[in-house]
C-alpha cells in the first residue's frame, strides 16, 4: 500500500481504512501487534521448544510398542505384522518367478494349477454361467490342495521361518503330475522366467489388440528399449511389484468405495481420510511401514498399496453415483437384490470410471514403486537413486527413460483398455482367428520362445554382446554427459549462484523470520473473509495442529518458501500456455500432449533434470518441482477460457473490446474461479514434490522425512507428512471456498 | 368397467423433505400446499386415491413434475409413499418386506422408462434376459423366452447388438421387450414414448396397441401428451401439483372437463375421435321402439358418423346393438358437437 496520496485524500483515505470491515486494515493491525509481539516476546515468533506437544515421540513410543510389546490377546502385533508380509509375499514370489527369477519346475506347481483353475473356470463361464465356473474352478483347487497336502503342509511349517517354498520330495499324485512329467521325464528341472521377447512380444500384442499397429509400435519399442540397454532385469523386478500392488490395491479402493456408496457413516469417516491421505507426501508413508515391515520389497509393497488405492475409491464413487437414475431403477424392477444390483447393474455401467481409476492405481503405483527404493526396494528405481547419489548422470538418465518409457507404456496400454473395454460394439460375424487371434499369437509366442531359450540364452536375456548399450558404452555416455553437465555448470553456475545468494536466500530469510502469530492471524483474517467461520476454524487449528507439534516452525516457513516461490513460477509460466493454448488449437494440441506426458511420469524422475543442471541446493530444488507443478495451472486456464460461453465473447467483440481488453476485461475475470482450482492444484503438487526434492536439500518439511528415514524415527517422519498434508489442506479449503463463493457470483460451473 | 380391481391407492402422500413423516403427523395428515412452502417440504403426490381395474390401459396425465412418477414409484416401491395405503392384488403393498417386494417386481409388475434405463454393457438378448437371469433362471431358458420376446416387439436378428448401436426406438423396444419378459400382471410404463421423434413416437403407439390387444395386460401409462392418452386409454387421470384433478373416460373428460386445467388440456383435443353419439344425440321420449330403417350406433364416434349427419336433411336416428332408437342427432347438433364445444 505505497501509493502515493493527495493530502486532500489522505484523510478519505485514513477513514476507509480505519474501518472495522476493512481487510486492510484489519491485516495491517494484526501485522502491527504479532510483529510487535515477537520482537517484546521471542515465543510469539518461534513456538517455544518447552512449549511443543511432543506428538512425534509419542507416536515414535506407540510405534515402537506396537512393533515390541503390543498384543492382540492371542498374537502379538509384530506376529501380525509377519503374517501380512507373510501373506503379501506370496503373490510377490510368484510374480519374481515369473518375470524375473528362475526356479525348479516343482515352485511353478501351485501357479500352474491356479492358472488352469481360472482357463477351467473361463471355459464354464462361458459356456454356462459363472456359480458353475466358480464352483468348478474351487473343485480343482481343492482336489489339487487335497492331493498335494503334504507339500503344503510342508511349505507352511518351512514359511514360518520365512523359507516359503520347499521342493516336494517324492509325493504322489495328480497334482505332480506336471511336474514330473517336465521334470523327470522330459528332463526341464529349471523354469526361466517368461523370456523378454516374449514379454515385450506380450506387451505389443496386447497394445496392437486394444489400440492398432501404432500403440504396438510403440509399446514394442519402449519396452525393447529396457531390453536392449541391460535394464531388463531391474525393469521387471519394478514390473513385479506392480503386478502384485495393483490388484491389491484396486481391490481395496473398489471395497473401500463401494462401503462408501453404501453407509453414510463410513462416509463420514472416509472421505476426508481420503483427503488427508492424498495431501500426504508419498515418503511419509514409508516411515511407519518401514518401523513395522522393515526394508525391503514387502514394505513397498504394502507402502505402495496404501498410497495407490485412494483414486480406485474415488473413482468406484464417482462411478456408483453417476450410474443413470433410470438405469439404477430398471435395475431394481427388474427384481435384483442389493448385491445384484451393485454387481450386474451399477458396477458394469461404471464400467469406463472404474477402469479410469484403475489407470490412475496403476500410474500411482509405478510412482511409489520407485520411490520405495529408499526404502530398499529393488529395480529400475533403486538404480536410478544410486545413480543420482553417485552423480553418475549417464546412467542416471538411461534408466530415468527407461522408468518414464515404462509408466508411458502402462498409461498407454490401460487408458487404451479403459476406451475399448467400455465401448461396446456387438462383433458381426468374426472367424475363430479374428476374435482369438491376439491370445493365439501371444500363446505361440510364449511357447516358441521358452522352447528356443534352450537353444539361445539370449531370448531369455540378453547378454552383455547383443545390448546396444553394453555398460562400457553407458560409461562413455556417463562421461558425456558428465562433460556437458560440467561444461555447462561453469556458464550455469553464476548465474545459479547470483539467484541463489541473491534472490532465493534473502526471501528465504523473509520467509524464516515470520513469526507464527503473524501467519497464523493473517491465515484466521483471510479464511474468515473467504469462507466464514467454519472454515476461519478449520484453516486456523490446522495451522495451530502444525505449530505446536512440528517443533520448529522454521519448517514449516521454509516448506511455505520453497511452494510459494515455486507455485509463483508455475502460474507465470502456467497460465499464459495455457491462455496462449486456448487461442490456437495447435498450441493446444502439442500442449496439451505435453501436459499429459507430464502427468504420467512417476514424481522422482524430476529430480534428474534438476541435478544434471543445478546439482543441488534451492534452485535445484525448486526447478525440480516446476514441470511437476505447472501442469495443472496450464490446464485449468485453458479450460477455464474454453468453458466460457461464447455468447459472453461474442458480446464483448460486439462492444468493440480489442483482443487485449477481451482478455482483461471478460476472459480472465470469467475464468480466474476455474484458474484458482488449477493453481490450487500446482500448490497440492509443488507440497508432494518438496517431499521428494528433500534428496537435494533444504530444511524443511520434506528434509525430516527424509531424515527420520533411515533412523525409523516413525514418529518424527509422520508428523512432518501430517504438516505438510495440513498445509496443503489449508491451501485447497481457501482456495475452494473462494472459487465457489466467486463461481457462484458469476452465474458460472 | 372391465374387471376387477387390481390395485388400489388410498390417499397417498409422497412428502420429499428432511423429515417427512413428522412433518405429515404435524399437519394432521394432510399439510396444505402453504404449509409445504413454508417449511420447505415437496408434496410430489398429495391424497391420490385411485382404483386401478385388471386389463385397462389407465393414463396418467399431467405436465412435468405434477408427480406422475411418483405415483407409480410409489406403487412399485421404487420410493415409499410417506402415507396412505396401496393394495395390489388383495395385499397391502407397503407391508411388504424387501425380499417379498424383491419376488413381486420379480413376478408381478414390469416397468418401462422414459430414457429406457438399458444396461450399456450387454447387449440385447442378455438385456432382455436379464430378469429372468436375476431370478435364476438357467441360461438356455431364459434366452430363448428372451428371443421371443425380442421377436414379439420386432428386433429379431439384433440380439447381439449393444444399446449404444440402437437408436431410440429400437432401444424403447428393447426396454418394451425386457419388462415384458417376466409375463407380469401389471405394466407400468413412465413416458416410454416421450424421448422419441414424433413419427416414431406414432410408430410405437401402433406397436404398443398390436401388443396390448395380444398381451391384454393391466396397464398403469404415464404420458405428458393428451393426444398419445386419448389414443390408448380406457381411463385418463389428470394430476396437477400432486393432486389428482380428475379420474374418467376420456369422453367424460371432454364433455364435462372437472375445471379450467382439465379444460386447457381438452380444449384441442380431436373430439370426434373420443365423443360417441350417445353422448350428443337428443334423447327419444318414452319407451325406447324399435328404429325402422338405417341408424347410426350409439357407441360410434361422431367423427365417423358426421358425414352422414351433415349430409343428412332430417336428424339421423341413433340406435343400440339390438337395434331399439335411442334417439337422433340433427345437422346442427352434430356441427355445434364438433366445431362450437359451447353448444353441449
Ligand atoms: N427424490 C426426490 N427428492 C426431492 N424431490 C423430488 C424427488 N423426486 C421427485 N421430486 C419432486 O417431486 C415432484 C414430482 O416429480 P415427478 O413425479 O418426477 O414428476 P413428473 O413425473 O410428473 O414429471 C417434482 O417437483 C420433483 O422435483
Ligand atoms: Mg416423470
Redesign the pocket.
Known amino acids: 500500500m505505497t501509493i502515493a496520496v493527495p493530502a486532500s485524500d489522505r484523510k478519505d483515505l485514513a477513514r476507509h481504512l480505519l474501518r472495522s470491515d476493512s481487510i486492510v486494515a484489519q491485516l495491517l493491525v494484526v501485522i502491527a501487534l504479532t510483529i510487535g509481539l515477537a520482537l517484546i516476546w521471542d515465543g510469539a515468533g518461534q513456538w517455544p521448544e518447552a512449549w511443543t506437544i511432543p506428538v512425534k515421540q509419542w507416536l515414535s513410543d506407540l510405534f515402537r510398542w506396537l512393533d515390541k510389546e503390543a498384543t492382540l490377546g492371542l498374537f502379538t502385533v509384530k506376529e501380525l505384522t509377519r503374517t501380512i508380509a507373510w501373506v503379501l509375499k506370496q503373490p510377490l514370489i510368484w510374480s519374481e518367478f515369473l518375470l524375473w527369477k528362475s526356479a525348479r519346475v516343482y515352485k511353478y506347481l501351485p501357479i500352474f494349477w491356479i492358472f488352469f483353475a481360472c482357463a477351467v473356470g473361463f471355459v464354464v463361464a462361458r459356456r454356462r454361467d459363472m456359480k458353475t465356473a466358480i464352483l468348478s474352478s474351487l473343485a480343482i483347487l481343492a482336489v489339487v490342495t487335497i492331493d498335494g497336502f503334504p507339500f503344503i503342509l510342508e511349505s507352511l511349517a518351512k514359511a514360518l521361518k520365512t523359507e516359503p517354498w520347499v521342493e516336494p520330495a517324492a509325493l504322489v499324485g495328480i497334482s505332480q503330475v506336471p511336474g514330473y512329467l517336465l521334470a523327470d521325464v522330459l528332463g526341464f528341472r529349471e523354469v526361466k522366467y517368461v523370456p523378454w521377447i516374449a514379454v515385450v512380444l506380450g506387451f505389443g500384442i496386447f497394445a496392437h489388440w486394444v489400440g492398432g499397429w501404432r500403440l504396438a509400435t510403440v509399446v514394442v519399442l519402449c519396452m525393447g528399449y529396457l531390453a536392449v540397454t541391460g535394464l531388463w532385469r531391474e525393469s521387471m523386478k519394478t514390473f513385479s511389484l506392480v503386478v502384485v500392488a495393483v490388484p491389491f490395491s484396486a481391490a481395496l479402493g473398489l471395497w473401500l468405495g463401494i462401503w462408501v456408496t453404501r453407509s453414510e457413516r463410513a462416509a463420514a469417516i472416509i472421505t476426508p481420510m481420503f483427503d488427508l491421505m492424498q495431501a500426504t507426501p508419498h515418503l511419509a508413508y514409508l516411515v511407519p511401514v518401514v518401523v513395522m515391515f522393515g526394508a525391503g520389497q514387502v514394505p513397498a509393497l504394502i507402502a505402495t498399496m496404501i498410497f495407490a488405492m485412494p483414486p480406485m475409491a474415488r473413482c468406484t464413487i464417482l462411478g456408483i453415483q453417476t450410474v443413470p437414475s433410470d438405469v439404477v431403477e430398471s435395475g431394481r424392477m427388474s427384481g435384483c437384490t442389493p448385491r445384484q444390483l451393485l454387481w450386474k447393474v451399477q458396477l458394469p455401467a461404471s464400467e469406463k470410471t472404474l477402469l479410469l481409476g484403475l489407470n490412475q492405481v496403476i500410474m500411482q503405483t509405478l510412482a511409489m514403486v520407485v520411490i520405495c527404493s529408499l526404502v530398499g526396494a529393488q529395480g529400475l528405481g533403486h538404480k536410478l537413486l544410486f545413480s543420482l547419489q553417485q552423480l553418475k548422470l549417464g546412467f542416471a538418465t538411461m534408466q530415468g527413460i527407461a522408468i518414464v518409457l515404462m509408466a508411458v507404456v502402462l498409461d498407454r496400454l490401460t487408458q487404451a483398455y479403459a476406451n475399448k473395454a467400455s465401448t461396446h460394439v456387438h462383433a458381426d460375424e468374426q472367424s475363430y482367428l479374428e476374435r482369438h487371434g491376439h491370445l493365439i499369437a501371444f500363446f505361440a509366442v510364449l511357447i516358441i520362445s521358452t522352447i528356443a531359450v534352450f537353444y539361445l540364452r539370449d531370448v531369455s536375456i540378453l547378454s552383455r554382446k547383443y545390448l546396444w548399450v553394453t555398460s562400457k558404452d553407458a560409461l562413455e555416455l556417463d562421461k558425456v554427459i558428465k562433460a556437458i553437465t560440467f561444461e555447462m555448470i561453469d556458464y550455469i553456475k553464476p548465474v545459479r549462484d547470483f539467484i541463489t545468494v541473491y534472490m532465493l536466500i534473502p526471501m528465504r530469510n523473509m520467509y524464516q523470520a515470520l513469526p507464527w502469530s503473524l501467519v497464523l492471524a493473517v491465515l484466521a483474517i483471510v479464511s474468515h473473509r473467504m469462507g466464514g467461520c467454519k472454515l476461519t476454524a478449520i484453516t486456523v487449528s490446522l495451522l495451530f495442529f502444525v505449530i505446536v507439534t512440528i517443533g520448529n516452525w522454521e519448517f514449516a516457513t521454509t516448506t511455505f518458501y520453497f511452494v510459494s516461490t515455486a507455485a509463483v513460477i508455475c502460474v507465470l509460466i502456467g497460465v499464459p500456455l495455457g491462455l496462449w493454448s486456448a487461442r490456437s488449437e495447435r498450441v493446444a494440441k502439442v500442449v496439451m500432449l505435453v501436459c499429459d506426458t507430464l502427468q504420467t511420469f512417476p514424481s522422482f524422475i524430476y529430480l534428474l533434470p534438476a541435478i544434471m543442471l543445478f546439482r543441488v541446493g534451492e534452485l535445484a530444488i525448486i526447478f525440480a518441482i516446476i514441470p511437476y507443478a505447472t501442469v495443472p495451472a496450464i490446464r485449468f486456464t485453458y479450460l477455464g477460457i474454453k468453458r466460457i460461453p461464447p455468447v459472453t465473447i461474442e458480446a464483448a467483440r460486439m462492444n468493440g473490446a480489442t483482443a487485449w481488453q477481451r482478455l482483461w476485461k471478460v476472459e480472465l475475470p470469467v475464468a480466474i474461479p476455474e484458474i484458482m482450482l488449477g493453481v490450487n492444484q500446482t500448490i497440492m503438487m509443488a507440497l508432494a514434490m518438496t517431499a521428494i526434492t528433500a534428496l537435494i536439500g533444504g530444511q524443511d518439511l520434506g528434509q525430516e522425512i527424509y531424515r527420520a528415514l533411515p533412523t525409523s524415527d516413525a514418529g518424527r517422519g509422520v508428523m512432518a507428512g501430517l504438516g505438510i498434508a495440513s498445509l496443503g489442506i489449508i491451501a485447497d479449503r481457501l482456495i475452494n471456498s473462494w472459487a465457489v463463493k466467486r463461481k457462484r457470483e458469476l452465474g458460472v460451473g | 368397467m372391465p374387471g376387477d380391481v387390481k390395485i388400489s391407492c388410498r390417499n397417498i402422500w409422497k412428502v420429499?423433505g428432511d423429515d417427512p413423516k413428522g412433518f405429515m403427523t404435524a399437519h394432521n395428515g394432510s399439510p396444505s400446499s402453504e404449509a409445504l412452502a413454508a417449511e420447505g417440504y415437496?408434496g410430489?403426490v398429495r391424497d391420490v386415491s385411485f382404483d386401478v381395474h385388471a386389463g385397462e390401459i389407465l393414463i396418467i396425465m399431467?405436465l412435468?413434475?405434477?408427480?406422475?412418477?411418483?405415483v407409480i414409484r410409489c406403487i412399485t416401491r421404487l420410493n415409499d409413499p410417506t402415507t396412505g395405503e396401496i393394495i395390489f392384488d388383495g395385499r397391502d403393498i407397503l407391508a411388504a418386506n424387501d425380499q417379498e417386494m424383491i419376488e413381486l417386481r420379480r413376478h408381478k409388475m414390469g416397468m418401462v422408462f422414459q430414457n429406457f434405463g438399458l444396461l450399456p454393457h450387454r447387449n440385447v438378448l442378455s438385456n432382455v434376459a436379464f430378469p429372468l437371469e436375476v431370478q435364476g433362471i438357467e441360461r438356455g431358458q431364459r434366452e430363448a423366452r428372451a428371443r421371443e420376446m425380442i421377436e414379439l416387439v420386432g428386433l429379431g436378428g439384433r440380439e447381439e447388438y449393444f444399446p449404444r448401436e440402437l437408436s431410440g426406438g429400437q432401444q424403447q423396444r428393447v426396454g418394451i421387450a425386457r419388462s415384458l419378459a417376466v409375463e407380469p400382471d401389471v405394466w407400468f410404463l413412465d413416458e416410454p414414448f416421450s424421448a422419441l421423434d414424433p413419427l416414431i413416437r406414432a410408430e410405437m403407439q401402433d406397436e404398443f396397441i398390436r401388443l396390448q390387444k395380444l398381451l391384454k395386460k393391466t396397464i398403469v401409462f404415464i404420458t405428458h401428451d393428451f393426444e398419445e392418452a386419448i389414443k390408448l386409454a380406457d381411463r385418463i387421470g389428470i394430476m396437477k401439483d400432486g393432486r389428482l384433478v380428475q379420474l374418467s373416460t376420456p369422453e367424460e373428460m371432454v364433455l364435462n372437463p372437472a375445471d379450467e386445467y382439465v379444460t386447457r388440456f381438452t380444449e384441442n383435443a380431436p373430439r370426434g375421435r373420443i365423443v360417441s353419439a350417445r353422448a350428443i344425440m337428443e334423447r327419444a321420449k318414452g319407451k325406447p321402439k324399435k328404429a325402422n330403417g338405417a341408424g347410426v350406433p350409439a357407441d360410434a364416434k361422431i367423427g365417423e358418423i358426421a358425414e352422414q349427419v351433415l349430409n343428412s336433411s332430417k336428424p339421423v336416428t341413433v340406435v343400440d346393438e339390438n337395434g331399439f332408437a335411442l334417439g337422433a342427432i340433427s345437422r346442427e347438433r352434430m356441427a355445434s358437437a364438433l366445431f362450437a364445444r359451447d353448444g353441449l
Do not use: E, M, Q, V
Open positions: 420429499f415437496i410430489a399431467g412435468s413434475g405434477s408427480g406422475k412418477s411418483t
